[in-house]
T-cell receptor
Framework: EAQVTQNPRYLITVTGKKLTVTCSQN?????MSWYRQDPGLGLRQIYY???????DKGDVPEGYKVSRKEKRNFPLILESPSPNQTSLYFC?????????????FGNGTRLTVT | SQQGEEDPQALSIQEGENATMNCSYK?????LQWYRQNSGRGLVHLIL?????REKHSGRLRVTLDTSKKSSSLLITASRAADTASYFCATAHSGNTPLVFGKGTRLSVIA
């Protein structure tokens, strides 16, 4: 089944403790992206990647890192999480970039930073 | 900001009624997409309409696009309780700029 898989689904952590949220897609998509969703603010893009070893900042990249060493994986790294990074995070992918193809979303990771 | 704006923010209707949601945007687009999100879950793509198209249908969904007014509407006919969700429009602009999502319309269909 074609899908985008995020792990973990829920994560509670403390300020400053490094964490990684994994994202993997099995559709051989070039484009992958991370979003965060907050009440009243909608979906905001954190980082995106057009292909392996190519990443770019989105609208809200501060406090986040990403890497794209393999086509299928696009992990989101929070080196030193802070409470304002408490949010619902989504990974998404598409085959030909966002101009042509719809995005396929993972089921989300709900992160709480205390 | 290029961000689309959905209207209304929230909509509550009876099962069987039609639901109309609107999306406005500020700069020219390559295409516009509508997505649905069930509570706390990932978004699911519904329909894509290109800038040279005016109307598109998919099952009970009808999307229109008016590029002169920079607006789109999503009509769900004969709504069902299972249509209860948030609906987002997303606009694709020139070059390799990423999709820009609006803040969504929260639809409640009451049985």
């Amino acid at each position: 089944e074609a899908q985008v898989t995020q792990n973990p689904r829920y994560l509670i952590t403390v300020t400053g403790k490094k964490l990684t949220v994994t994202c993997s897609q099995n559709m051989n998509h070039e484009y992958m992206s991370w979003y965060r969703q907050d009440p009243g603010l909608g979906l905001r893009q954190i980082y995106y990647s057009m292909n392996v070893e190519v990443t770019d900042k989105g609208d809200v990249p501060e406090g986040y890192k990403v890497s794209r060493k393999e086509k299928r994986n696009f992990p989101l790294i929070l080196e030193s999480p802070s409470p304002n990074q408490t949010s619902l995070y989504f990974c998404a992918s598409s085959s030909l970039g966002t101009l042509k193809s719809p995005l396929h979303f993972g089921n989300g990771t709900r992160l709480t930073v205390t | 900001s290029q961000q689309g704006e959905e209207d209304p923010q929230a909509l509550s209707i009876q099962e069987g009624e039609n639901a109309t949601m609107n999306c406005s945007y500020k700069t020219s687009i390559n295409n516009l997409q509508w997505y649905r999100q069930n509570s706390g879950r990932g978004l699911v793509h519904l329909i894509l309409i290109r800038s040279n198209e005016r109307e598109k249908h998919s099952g009970r969904l009808r999307v229109t696009l008016d590029t002169s007014k920079k607006s789109s509407s999503l009509l769900i006919t004969a709504s069902r309780a299972a249509d209860t969700a948030s609906y987002f429009c997303a606009t694709a602009h020139s070059g390799n700029t990423p999709l820009v999502f609006g803040k969504g319309t929260r639809l409640s269909v009451i049985a």
